[in-house]
């Protein structure tokens, strides 16, 4: 299986004024490979979310090193890191985080418009997406008007349109009900299915059931795998 994330010894602390610095990630080493459905367990405050942040480039770790489609980050200027955000990366959020002044094809045109695609291009493969998720008579909606699960298949639409080489969920279904949740995670293990690389935090036993493999996490280090 071909390796498409890696982290290398990653170590993060936070720093507050007046009080001692805080690790949240200690020496902690992951390989991700094509294809694979990884799952990050663990309580609240383990670390599992400034993980994946590390893991997507929107942190800086302290130590070790995140390498991207072979690509060593350690040392990369803030310009290469956001290029390999944009081309190799998709992030699914919790409150799914759609750009509120832009439609529902707007937003899932965005990565395409920011990798250099034509805008009519950009247009048509988003429509394409949407419809296939059968959002076809949502292009034109406003996220307001969305409902949770419209909103989150959305977000997930926008996260693979680019055919990154990892989506990183964090906690996905957290905030949809029973139905939607299934419904996002059958999308996310599509994309798994076609190749893509899920890394996803949750605290779900019906998420972490889909998995192929399960990373728990304990006090900010990864305490052992679970095979499913």
């Keep these: 299986m071909r390796e498409v994330l890696e982290v290398v010894s990653v170590s993060k602390s936070f720093v507050v004024p007046g009080a001692p610095a805080v690790q949240v990630l200690r020496d902690v080493s992951l390989t991700v490979g ?3 459905f990884v799952g990050l367990v ?7 979310s400034t993980l994946l942040n590390i893991m997507g480039l929107a ?4 130590h070790g090193d995140v390498i991207i489609g072979g690509w060593s ?3 990369s200027s803030d310009r290469h ?5 944009r081309a190799e990366l998709g992030y699914v959020f919790q409150n799914f985080n759609l750009l509120s002044t832009l439609s529902v ?3 899932v045109m965005v990565p395409l418009v920011l990798n250099g695609a034509r805008r009519e291009e950009a247009s048509r493969q988003a429509e394409e997406l949407l419809t296939k998720l059968k959002l076809a008579h949502r292009l034109d909606a406003m996220p307001f008007s ?7 298949r959305v977000a997930i639409a926008r996260a693979v349109v680019h055919r990154p080489k990892v989506v990183l969920a964090d906690e996905p279904t957290g905030s ?5 949740g299934e419904v996002v995670l059958d999308l996310l293990k599509e994309q798994v299915d076609f190749g893509i690389a899920v890394v996803m935090a949750t605290h779900s036993e019906t998420a972490l059931a889909r998995c192929s493999r399960v990373e728990h996490m304990k006090d900010g280090c990864l305490a052992g795998a679970r095979g499913r």
């Design 42 to 48: 663990g309580p609240s405050g383990c670390g599992k």
């Design 176 to 180: 949809l009900d029973s139905y939607s």
């Design 59 to 62: 942190e800086r770790q302290d």
């Design 146 to 152: 969305l409902s949770g699960g419209e909103s989150q």
């Design 73 to 75: 980050t350690k040392e």
């Design 105 to 107: 094809l707007e937003n």
């Design 81 to 85: 890191l956001q290029q390999l955000r």
């Design 34 to 36: 094509q294809g694979e």
